[in-house]
């Protein structure tokens, strides 16, 4: 494979005053063996007349609204590529990337997934807030081989896996997790998809940030006062992990503590049908996962929520204070404002604390 087709699989969303930017981007990749599905998941904004501009350049794919699950699957069932690179149409690709992780590919053929750093740009001035962070203790990520397996089985992930534009998969191992179970949370697609290729393969991080992700103030669970958004992201990925991968339901059932002790904090701002979901995962336990669980649950709800932890920031710029770099990029969320007031913010947690 030295020379694979690379699918890059745009799911897109009402956000056509980004969308140019992210087609843009993958077309221009130095790489030439590319092929661009563009998944519009019922817009009703602008987005489909940019899409159409595009003719025969792109595989467009238009569907009615159905979540980004349903959009990662319709887009994948389109895509022909051997390497398979999620895309959201908000961010955008480095032109050399798609290059870098057919590289990545062939220079480790024992490896099926790739996933990679993004830096962080404030949307309104382009300029550089920080970068994902991938490994908890380390002052600096590394590049290496991740083999999480055994740590998933065991209940543990030592590893903050990156988001939906960092993620990349060779298509044997996409095959084992698309299509997968739609449900009606529009935005946890990409949650299970990351877990689901750590828990069945070895796979790659680079430090290399070969994704810009823009952040202002739609973005879903990145930056903004979102952690019930979250943790519902987390409890449909606990209840996939659980159903299609029960080897490790242990560490499923470590995502689903966090995310159900969330659920019953912030009970009155999320849609009551997520009890089905909770229950949904009750039915796929013993007596005593389900004894642990409550007891793991009750115990974390006596605990303060501890903050996000895989964005590092960058140094303010000279003369601005943080809070207002912040502000200009998350102007709705004044609670996230106060929070980040420092100019690099790392919290303890691991990602498999419960």
């Known amino acids: 494979m030295k020379t694979p087709l690379v699918s890059i699989l745009l799911n897109n969303y009402n956000y056509g005053r980004f969308l140019k930017r992210a087609i843009d981007s993958a077309l221009e990749q130095t790489y030439p063996y590319v092929e ?29 609204n159905g979540g980004q699950d349903s ?44 996933f990679h750093a993004l830096k962080l740009l404030n949307h309104q001035t382009g300029k550089t807030v ?6 908890p203790g380390q002052t600096e990520d ?25 993620l990349c998969l060779r298509r044997s191992l996409a095959n084992q997790i698309l299509p997968m179970q739609e449900t009606f949370v529009n935005t946890h697609a990409d949650c299970y998809v990351r877990c689901a290729a750590m828990a069945a393969a070895p796979g790659f991080f680079l430090t290399d940030e070969l994704t810009h992700q823009y952040l202002h103030d739609s973005n879903c669970g990145t930056l903004g006062d979102e952690r019930p958004v979250i943790e ?7 209840c996939l992990l659980r159903a299609n991968f029960p080897e490790v339901s ?35 336990c013993s007596p005593l996962d389900k004894l642990i669980i409550k007891a793991a649950t009750f115990y974390r709800l006596r605990l303060k929520p501890t903050e996000l932890d895989f964005i590092e920031f ?11 770099q912040i502000q200009a990029i998350a102007p709705s969320s004044n609670a996230t404002t106060q929070r980040l007031g420092l100019a690099s913010l790392k919290s303890k947690r691991l990602p498999s604390d419960g």
């Open 36 to 64: 661009v599905v563009v998944t519009d998941d019922g817009s009703t904004d602008c987005s489909r007349d940019i899409i159409e501009r595009y003719g025969d350049a792109i595989v467009s794919v238009l569907k009615p």
């Open 71 to 114: 959009a990662f699957n319709a887009g994948f069932a389109k895509s022909q590529g051997d390497i398979v690179c999620f895309f959201d149409s908000d961010d955008s690709f480095v032109p050399h990337k798609i290059q870098t992780i057919v590289d990545t590919f062939n220079q480790n053929p024992e490896i099926s997934w790739c």
């Open 130 to 135: 920080g970068k994902t962070h991938a490994f």
């Open 142 to 166: 590394i590049s290496t081989y991740c083999d999480f397996r055994q740590d998933m089985r065991w209940g543990r992930l030592p590893y903050y896996p990156s988001p939906t534009s960092g």
């Open 232 to 238: 519902e992201k987390e409890l449909v990925a606990a």
């Open 250 to 284: 242990l560490y499923a059932n470590r995502v689903f503590v966090r995310a159900y002790s969330t659920f019953l904090t912030f009970q009155h701002e999320i849609e009551p049908n997520y009890q089905t979901l909770v229950d949904w995962y009750w039915s796929m």
């Open 314 to 324: 960058a140094p303010p710029d000279q003369g601005a204070p943080q809070n207002q």
